[in-house]
């Protein structure tokens, strides 16, 4: 007869002091300056699909961030000299762009801007168009994708900020006047936390905190944004830093 030992363990699990983040909002809500705040905690690596970019990051050491300008997936779907390798060829640089940051030491941030790009760069790279694809057909890329993200994991010292525009939300072909984020359905759930970040009638700029792993009592917090920043969030999750 088989014992519990044989499977089974008690567990020494620790919380690593980092944040896998999800981030949804609307254009010019301050999602990327969040991104880029992350580089409180050290060096940061970006995948950028964002023309909007080169507006914000100036703000930020540049010095310390590692940037790849990658071809947004709707402008190559549009161009007809595109053929499908190179959608194959854009998502294997975009890829192994991903993993050279996740496992180099001197990288303690990846951003992904925007994860709904990244996601629309493996859909064209599987099948060289973004919709009228039957819903059996994503075994493949969900299961790729499922995989990038908890590769993420791996390494204690890293985080990963996952940036998410927004779209119009339909049911049986009505828009609802509601809005859903863009991107892999199973971001939310893989995410260790998830905001949303808006801008109200009055100019005021600021993020909901939407769910949280590490502490339910923070879901529905707002921030406004003068400590909207990823120091502020990484605080609220682990607790204060603790000096070395």
């Not at 995989?147 to 609802?176: C, F, G, M, S, W």
Request: hydrophobic share 40%; aromatic share 10%.
């Amino acid at each position: 007869m088989s014992s519990l030992e044989q499977f089974f363990q008690q567990p020494k699990f620790t919380t690593p002091r980092r944040l896998l983040l999800m981030v949804i909002g609307l254009q010019k809500v301050g999602k990327t300056t969040l991104g880029l705040s992350a580089l409180s905690e050290g060096p940061l690596a970006m995948l950028d699909y964002d023309f909007g970019t080169e507006g914000v990051i100036t703000n930020f050491d540049q010095k310390r961030i590692w940037h790849l300008a990658l071809d947004a997936p709707t402008s190559m779907l549009h161009d007809d000299l595109v053929t499908a390798e190179a959608y194959k060829m854009a998502w294997i640089k975009a890829k192994g762009a991903y993993y050279a940051a996740l496992t180099d030491p001197r990288i303690k941030t990846v951003m992904i801007d925007t994860a709904s790009e990244f996601r629309e760069a493996q859909i064209l790279s599987f099948f060289g168009k973004l919709d009228k694809i039957m819903p059996h057909r994503y075994g493949e890329p969900n299961g790729e994708m499922r995989k990038l993200l908890r590769d993420a994991y791996d390494r204690p010292d890293l985080n990963l900020v996952l940036i998410h525009k927004v779209k119009d939300e339909y049911i049986n072909d009505v828009r609802t006047g509601r809005t859903v984020f863009s991107g892999f359905k199973d971001t939310p759930g893989l995410a260790q936390m998830v905001v949303t970040m808006w801008k109200r009638d009055n100019g005021e700029y600021g993020l909901t905190i939407v769910d949280c792993r590490h502490k339910r009592s923070l879901e529905g917090r707002e921030l406004p944004a003068a400590v909207a920043n990823f120091e502020m969030l990484l605080s609220l999750a682990h607790g204060p830093k603790v000096a070395a």
